[in-house]
């Protein structure tokens, strides 16, 4: 039986292994493509990898729920605010996986939303953006949930059996997302000039953002080799950018709408989409705080957090009171 | 309750439909059981994907430790008896 308790509380009966003995036994599992479990022994720096790439990952999932729930109650109509409402929610879910996954690896759940709510714990740049119009609900589902499929599909195969298992569940709630989205974008592409225009803004606005999603390039993620050897990562970030890329392309011929890069272009030699070259600095400041939203967002979090304090509380009281209840 | 007033971890288990065992589907924090069962209805359930769950602490969990796998599960490696295929049984023989 796995459980959430990383700590092995039972000293064996048997002579202890040495750490040679147990990192060749790690190697062994992680070349024969099988998954580490929590009790498992690894290495010092894949539990520290992992701890900080899912507890970013659930990071961004609750952080993202803030970008569109700011459209929820001017919703259109309540076909739309019942799917908004939905989506927001997975968002949610999604996130409590992560942190329960991370929980796992002997990661705290209050720690991880302090670290976040102090900055000392990032989550993704995207949702550092504003949504001006009720159009960028649809591109958000389009491009932004789009680009996280591209990336976690493949972390359904990563080799820690927990956030593997929360990726498959993520994986199967995200295609709604994506196409909730796409469908709200064509319903608007088949209204007036205003309305198109606005889809088509939506897209200027997003399209480079997205791109950002998948992380530096190779050549500046000094953490990729090491994860893939571990096979935390399955592709590198280039590898998923351009993926994204060929994905993209079709649906937003097939939406009526233009991507804002002159350079897109097919290349048949490559078999890909040549792109321009995406502005590093915005994501570097992005992503060091300073984007648009960074600080609304942040405060938004903290004061949720410190706003539910007391129901916290009242309920470990209530609980503390049957218990006593129970065995008095 | 921990001493910094946090929530107890508990795990879930839910049962996908009839006729199917209850599976280990992830953990989540609750005040009590109850309030478990509620949070893991909107976590792990909002598709439909359970007719029944069950939550218990983790901390009520006794696991085997994988640094004993071997000696373990042992017993079970060296009784090949207990499998059907042991057994050399005529072709002849029908319905074995
Ligand atoms: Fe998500
Ligand atoms: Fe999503």
């Known amino acids: ?328 | 309750m921990s001493e910094r007033g946090e929530w107890p971890l508990y795990e879930v288990f839910v049962r996908s439909k009839r006729g199917l065992n209850h599976v280990h589907v992830g953990s989540l924090r609750a005040g009590d059981a109850e309030m478990a069962l509620r949070h893991a209805r909107d976590v792990y359930t909002r598709r439909n994907e359970g007719v029944s769950i069950w939550v218990v602490k983790a901390s009520d969990i006794t696991a085997s430790s994988p640094d004993e796998k071997d000696p373990f599960f042992a017993p079970a490696a060296d009784k090949v008896y207990r499998h059907p295929t042991f057994y050399d049984i005529p072709e002849n023989v029908p319905h074995m």
């Open chain 1, 1 to 328: 039986m796995t459980t959430s308790q990383a700590a092995s509380p039972t000293t064996s009966p048997t002579a202890t292994p040495s750490e040679q003995d147990l990192e060749r036994h790690f190697d062994e599992i992680i070349a024969r493509d099988q998954r580490i479990e929590p009790r498992d022994w690894m290495p010092d720096g894949y539990r520290k990898t992992l701890v900080r790439q899912i507890a970013q990952h659930a990071h961004s999932e609750i952080i993202g729920m803030q970008p569109e729930a700011n459209w929820i109650t001017r919703a259109p109509s309540l076909r739309r605010k019942a799917i908004l409402l939905a989506k927001v929610q997975d968002e949610a879910g999604h996130g409590l996986y992560l942190y329960s996954a991370a929980e796992t690896l002997g990661a705290d759940r209050t720690e991880m939303t302090e670290k976040l709510i102090d900055s000392r714990q990032k989550y993704s740049s995207i949702f550092n953006y504003p949504t001006l119009n009720f159009a960028d609900v649809g591109v958000i589902g389009w491009l932004v949930d789009g680009a996280a499929i591209c990336n976690q599909v493949p972390l359904c195969r990563s080799s820690y059996g927990p956030y593997a298992r929360g990726m498959v569940r993520i994986c199967k709630e995200e295609s709604f997302h994506q196409r909730q989205g796409y469908e709200l974008l064509m319903t608007m592409m088949r209204g007036t000039e205003e309305q198109r225009q606005m889809v088509q803004d939506a897209t200027d606005r997003w399209w480079w953002p997205s791109l950002m999603m998948f992380g530096p390039p190779d050549h500046d993620s000094p953490n990729t080799a090491q994860s893939m050897e571990w096979k935390i990562k399955r592709h590198t970030n280039d590898e998923l950018r351009q993926r994204f890329v060929d994905m993209t392309v079709p649906q937003a011929e097939a939406l009526g709408v233009t991507l804002p890069d002159p350079e897109l272009a097919w290349n048949d030699e490559r078999g890909h989409y040549d792109f321009g070259e995406i502005d590093w600095s915005e994501f570097k400041q992005v992503i060091s705080g300073n984007g648009p939203c960074n600080a609304q967002r942040l405060a938004h979090r903290r004061r949720a957090h410190e706003d539910g304090a007391w129901v916290r509380e009242a309920a470990a009281a209530h609980a503390a009171k049957h218990s006593h209840a129970a065995v008095s």
